[in-house]
C-alpha cells in the first residue's frame, strides 16, 4: 500500500486533512492551530508532496522525519504534522479492521469522561448553565472564570468577582462536581498566586492556565507558592516542550492538544512522560473540530493516566456538517466504539457548506490603552 494523495480543507476555524491509499483507503486528520488554519493548511500540503508514493504504516517514521527535515517549529508545524498522523492512524485502523485505540494496546478504561467547557456570561447565567451539564450527567465542569471586562478592573475588585463567581457554582452543582477553573493566561505571576489562594476553600480540580506561557520557570513559582493542582499545556507542540513542564513546571495536570503535539504518535509518548511522574492527563480539546475530538476519544480509551476530556457540545452544524456522523456523548461520557480507525468520516458535500471563520482576534486592552495578557 502506497500514498496515493492529500488533500486539506479548510472550514469554520478547522484544518482537515485527507490521505488517500493506492487501495483505495483514506483516513483523516484535523489540525488545531485554529488562530491560522490557512498556514497549517499550506505546511501540510508542502509536506504531502514528500509523502507520495510512501508506505502510511510508517507512521513514526513519518512523523519524524517531517519534524526533523527543516528544523523548523511551532504550532503550523505541529498541526500539519498531527493532522496527517491522525490520518495515517485512520487508514492503519481501517485496513486491519479495528479502532485505533485497539492499535494502541487496548481499553484501559469502559468509558471516557468528558469536561463540559461553560461560555462566558453572568455568574446566574454560568451556574444555570453548570446545574444544567451536571443534571445532564456530566461530572466535571471548566469555566471561564476570568472574563474579557476584567482587564479593566482593579485587581482587588476582579478578585472578589471571581471568587464570588466559584462560590455560586460550588453551591449550586454541590461538591459531587468536579470544577476546573480557567484564567486563561491573563494574570501577572504576583497576582495569580494570590488570586489562587483564595480560590483554595472551593476545592477546584485545577486552576489552568494562571500566567501566560512564556516561562516554565515563572510557571513553576506559580505551582510552588500555590496549594490547588495547576494545570498547562495548551499551547506547547512537543515532547521536549513537554519535558519542561512536566519535569520543572509543577504541573499536576498535563494538556496536550492532539491537533498541534504530534498527533496521536505524540501525545501517545507526552502522557508515557506525564504517566512516569504521576500526572495526569486533561487534553485541550476546545475548539476542536469532530475529527480532533475523535482521535482524543481514541486515546482516551487506551492512555492510562487520561483523566477527562474538556468538551464542546458538537450535535448541531458546524460539527454536524463537517462529518458524516459526530462521536456522541452520552450522559457526560464516550462508550467505547468498534468503527475501525477512527470512527469519522468527512461529509465533502456539506463541508463545503462551511464558511471558513478564522480571524486574527483583537488584543485585550488596559484602562491606559497598553496591551494585557492572554
Not at 480543507?9 to 483523516?28: P, Q, R
Not at 522525519?65 to 508545524?77: K, N, V, W
Not at 493532522?83 to 479492521?97: M, S, T, Y
Not at 475530538?293 to 482516551?300: C, M, P
Amino acid at each position: 500500500m502506497k500514498i496515493e494523495r492529500i488533500d486539506t480543507y479548510l472550514a469554520h476555524n478547522w484544518m482537515f486533512v485527507e490521505v488517500t491509499t493506492d487501495t483505495g483507503l483514506k483516513g483523516v486528520g484535523e489540525s488545531t492551530f485554529f488562530g491560522f488554519p490557512e498556514a497549517t493548511a499550506s505546511v501540510a500540503r508542502s509536506m504531502g508532496t514528500r509523502l507520495i508514493g510512501e508506505d502510511p504504516f510508517r507512521i513514526e517514521y513519518h512523523n519524524l522525519s517531517l519534524y526533523r527535515a527543516l528544523s523548523m517549529r511551532g504550532m503550523a508545524i505541529g498541526g500539519a504534522i498531527s493532522a496527517i498522523d491522525q490520518a495515517l492512524w485512520d487508514i492503519k485502523g481501517k485496513h486491519f479492521q479495528a479502532p485505533v485505540w485497539e492499535l494502541l494496546g487496548g481499553r484501559v478504561r469502559d468509558k471516557v469522561r468528558a469536561m463540559l467547557v461553560i461560555p462566558y456570561g453572568t455568574p446566574e447565567e454560568v451556574a444555570a448553565a453548570c446545574k444544567k451539564a451536571a443534571d445532564e450527567g456530566y461530572t466535571a465542569l471548566k469555566v471561564m472564570v476570568y472574563q474579557p471586562e476584567h482587564h479593566l478592573m482593579a485587581f482587588g475588585a476582579k478578585v472578589k468577582d471571581m471568587v464570588e463567581r466559584i462560590a455560586l457554582i460550588r453551591e449550586t452543582v454541590g461538591w459531587d462536581v468536579e470544577i476546573g477553573i480557567e484564567l486563561h493566561r491573563n494574570m501577572a505571576l504576583g497576582e495569580s498566586i494570590a488570586a489562587i489562594r483564595e480560590f483554595e476553600q472551593f476545592r477546584p480540580l485545577f486552576v489552568e492556565d494562571p500566567i501566560p506561557p512564556d516561562s516554565v520557570l515563572s510557571f513553576g513559582e506559580v505551582a510552588e507558592k500555590s496549594r490547588v493542582p495547576m494545570a498547562a499545556g495548551e499551547r506547547n507542540t512537543t515532547i521536549w516542550e513537554f519535558r519542561e513542564y512536566v519535569e520543572h513546571g509543577g504541573v499536576h495536570h498535563i494538556r496536550p492538544d492532539v491537533g498541534i503535539a504530534g498527533g496521536i504518535t505524540g501525545t501517545r509518548k507526552i502522557c508515557a512522560l506525564a504517566e512516569a511522574h504521576h500526572q495526569g492527563i486533561i487534553p485541550h480539546a476546545v475548539p476542536s473540530g469532530p475529527v480532533a475530538t475523535a482521535a482524543q476519544v481514541q486515546l482516551g480509551f487506551a492512555i492510562p493516566n487520561w483523566e477527562v476530556i474538556e468538551h464542546q457540545v458538537q450535535d448541531s452544524a458546524p460539527w454536524t456538517k463537517a462529518v458524516k456522523a459526530i462521536v456522541p456523548v452520552i450522559n457526560g461520557h464516550w462508550l467505547p466504539n468498534e468503527t475501525p480507525g477512527l470512527g469519522v468520516e468527512l461529509d465533502h458535500v456539506n463541508l463545503k457548506t462551511i464558511p471558513v471563520t478564522a480571524k486574527f482576534p483583537p488584543t485585550s486592552m488596559k484602562t491606559d490603552g497598553s496591551v494585557a495578557f492572554r
